[in-house]
């Protein structure tokens, strides 16, 4: 069984999901807002969804965290790592729980999933798919440096663009982490 670690940022926890996000997540799939990340989504399809989540762990030795508003203790998104079957490659997503988009958890959430990707994991680049009409997640690959690289076609989701993030070494040299 793999131990899924904990990560602070100033306002957020980055920890394992558990049942008890079950409620959010699956308001946050029956709704509209879920329209560019498989939904909108009944209960048990969200169900599947959060346990593909936590089986993503098993299956690749990393994967998306619950963020955790530390200051509420309320879910405010899953966020992190991510390389599904027929990915093109290795991801850094965000999903927002409803009512906590707007507030900059997107990019701090990511921000530091991207540095433990880099840092932790060994990666040396990342992407981010983001569906063409996602103004809000286009932004906050923007806010982190990424920049459009092209077209993906997902056999689900169709078309997504790919966002592609600055490499470790172009952040340790000053880069979005220096302030950040």
């Known amino acids: 069984m793999i131990q899924i670690p904990t990560i602070s940022t100033p306002r957020l926890t980055l920890r394992p999901l558990e049942a008890r996000d ?86 701090e959430a990511a921000l530091a999933a991207r540095e433990y990707a880099y840092d932790t994991l060994g990666w040396t680049t990342a992407i981010s798919l983001v569906a063409p009409e996602n103004n809000g997640s286009r932004s906050v690959a923007k806010r982190m440096g990424a920049t459009y690289e092209g077209l993906f076609d997902h056999e689900r989701h169709g078309t997504l663009e790919i966002w592609r993030h600055p490499a470790p070494n172009d952040l340790t040299a000053g880069g979005m982490e220096a302030y950040a």
């Not at 093109?88 to 927002?96: A, F, R, S, T, Y």
């Open 22 to 107: 079950f409620a959010s997540f699956s308001d946050f799939f029956a709704s509209d807002r879920s329209k560019f990340v498989g939904g909108p989504a009944t209960a048990e399809q969200s169900w599947r969804m959060l346990a593909g989540e936590l089986g993503h762990w098993q299956l690749r030795g990393y994967g998306r965290w619950a963020v955790e508003e530390t200051a509420t203790g309320k879910l405010a998104g899953v966020i992190g790592p991510w390389n599904p079957h027929g990915w093109p490659e290795p991801e850094l997503g965000w999903d927002l729980m409803n009512g906590f988009e707007g507030q900059g958890y997107a990019t």
